[in-house]
């Protein structure tokens, strides 16, 4: 049976007795030259620990135990973690649970995560991840097309989840995946999203970086000091104060500041005791 093919996986499916769940994001990719190019973005090699997340029928899965040393697959569905365990090699090991409360640090270090996630649930993902005490060294993901281009963005274009990103890592599109490689379609194209994890980008606490960064763009139609202004509580005169601190045009808005910007930013905040 070749789970690549439409009829292929409707046929496991009834056999199963289950229908793919739309809340769930069971949309189940039937391109084979896609789902290499997830696996290969990645570089899995025989030494590797790759974290499958939804491994659905396991269509990737069993590609992936050929080349990575071992495979955790986390499905959250029930029936088919129980499929994926039956003769399943030595090097799988299936946990039925909610990805999100995975314990990563049970991972070893420098494992590799390699999936086709739900749409739905991609922000608290990469959260998840990149803010783990025990991040991946790389992520190779299928997510919706547009969230991947907001991730890729240049300064000009940034949001809170591109800095969130970058701040950790190196994002780039690998592949763009059309709806029609998916069953059920989904309404949207997607993309596979290479992220390789390089630590931060400068030394900062998270939380007081990431509340400056959230103030920033509370207000994404105002100049930085006004939106700094209200998200932080203090007068834009203040505001301004910070701004100029860090050399930042008193006119800039926060979609338009680059990394190294929003480190000066931060260091004036700091230095202010605003964050």
């Given at each position: 049976m070749d789970l690549s093919r439409v009829e292929d996986v409707r046929t496991a499916l009834k056999l199963a007795g289950i229908r793919p769940n739309k809340q769930l994001g069971q949309h189940f990719l039937v391109d084979h030259d896609s789902l290499i190019a997830i696996m290969e973005a990645a570089e899995p090699a025989a030494g590797d620990t790759v974290l499958e997340i939804g491994p659905g029928l396991g269509v990737m899965t069993r590609p992936l135990l050929a080349a990575a040393g071992r495979v955790i697959a986390v499905e959250t569905d029930a029936v088919l973690?129980?499929?994926?365990?039956r003769n399943?090699?030595?090097n799988l090991e299936v946990v039925q649970q909610d990805i999100m409360r995975y314990n990563l640090t049970d991972l070893p270090a420098g494992y590799k995560v390699i999936a086709n996630?739900?749409?739905y649930l991609t922000s608290k993902i990469f959260r998840l991840l990149i803010e783990s005490p025990n991040p991946p060294s790389v992520m190779s993901l299928l997510i919706q097309k547009e969230v991947a281009e907001r991730i890729v963005a240049v300064p000009g274009r940034l949001s809170v989840l591109a800095l969130s990103v970058q701040y950790y890592?190196?994002?780039?599109i690998v592949r763009v995946v059309e709806r029609h490689k998916f069953w059920p379609a989904p309404e949207v194209d997607?993309?596979?999203?290479?992220?390789t994890l390089t630590g931060p980008a400068f030394p900062a606490e998270p939380a007081r970086l990431f509340r400056l960064v959230k103030a920033g763009f509370g207000e994404k139609r105002k100049q930085l000091k006004n939106a700094l202004a209200g998200g932080l509580n203090c007068s834009v005169d203040c505001a301004a104060e910070v701004l100029a601190a860090a050399a930042i045009p008193l006119t800039a808005r926060a979609q338009e500041l680059s990394l190294g910007e929003w480190e000066l930013l931060y260091r004036a905040a700091v230095d202010?005791?605003?964050v």
């Open positions: 973690a129980d499929l994926l365990r399943a090699p030595s996630i739900p749409y890592g190196r994002p780039e997607s993309a596979v999203l290479k992220v202010r005791e605003l």
